[in-house]
């Protein structure tokens, strides 16, 4: 099931979650991880069906937090353009994620520049740093191409560049996650122009290059944090056309 409007009735986010009227919270938690690798876009799933799968989710667990946690649906925007001092309004985030569908338990195989997967992105991240979540550099010549696999021979305003760390640019610097893109490219940057992203995130252009920023808070649980980031992040990527795959970054900053 496809929906259009975003704030979802319970009906509805049953429907999307193939669940009986009587599920409760075990269910829903179930059916949300078995769908969603099923559905996710770095599994070739479908961009907006996933982001139905994840409102759906968030909307039936919201019933069992008490009513000052519950967040109240709102419309999404296409890339939301404001000033870069904007900030999440809660110093924590409780929102959902599927934190049991990262695979925290594997490791990267190889040397030199690996590509990056949302298992890869998230154990990156969770590593223990000062902040929120520990610092990840990525970098790509363009979406699938042939070129990014030897990006230590390419020069850098040639590249584009992705990072995932403590904010700051925008939100609470040093306690808000940044995920921060930038664009030098001019084919890259018309596709990041042109690229209606979800919401939340910000672009900003220049004279030469073109920016792409997502602030984030963080969950007292990392864990919680470094998935919700890689989950964002790939969201975020798949909805611009320049998927997760097509980044890199050298073996000894993943895990």
């Not at 110093?91 to 569908?101: H, L």
């Not at 042939?146 to 700051?168: E, G, K």
Request: proline content about 7%; overall charge positive; charged content about 30%.
């Amino acid at each position: 099931m496809r929906v259009s409007d975003p704030e979802l009735s319970r009906s509805e986010a049953l429907a999307i979650l193939c669940l009986r009227p009587d599920a409760d919270d075990a269910d829903v938690k179930r059916a949300y991880r078995r769908l969603a690798r099923e559905r996710h876009p770095d599994a070739g799933g479908d961009v907006a069906a996933f982001r139905d799968l994840q409102r759906a989710y968030e909307r039936l667990l919201a019933e069992s937090l008490p009513p000052r946690e519950r967040r109240t649906p709102h419309r999404a925007r296409p890339s939301r353009r404001t000033r870069a001092g904007d900030a999440p309004t809660r110093r924590w985030s409780e929102q959902a994620v599927a934190v049991g569908d990262i695979d925290w338990d594997g490791r990267v195989s190889g040397t030199g520049l690996i590509a990056l997967d949302v298992d890869r992105v998230a154990r990156a991240l969770v590593r223990d740093a000062p902040g929120p979540v520990h610092p990840l550099t990525a970098r790509s010549r363009g979406p699938r191409s042939l070129l990014n696999r030897w990006l230590h021979l390419v020069a850098d305003d040639l590249t584009a560049t992705l990072q995932v760390r403590p904010a700051r640019t925008r939100g609470r610097q040093g306690h808000d996650v940044e995920v921060w893109i930038r664009v030098w490219a001019r084919g890259a940057r018309r596709l990041v122009d042109d690229a209606t992203l979800p919401d939340d995130w910000v672009r900003q252009r220049g004279s030469s290059t073109t920016t792409l920023i997502r602030t984030i808070a963080p969950s007292e649980d990392r864990q919680v944090t470094a998935a919700r980031a890689a989950y964002i992040l790939a969201d975020g990527l798949n909805a611009a056309g320049w998927p997760l795959s097509s980044w890199y970054a050298p073996a000894d900053e993943l895990v």
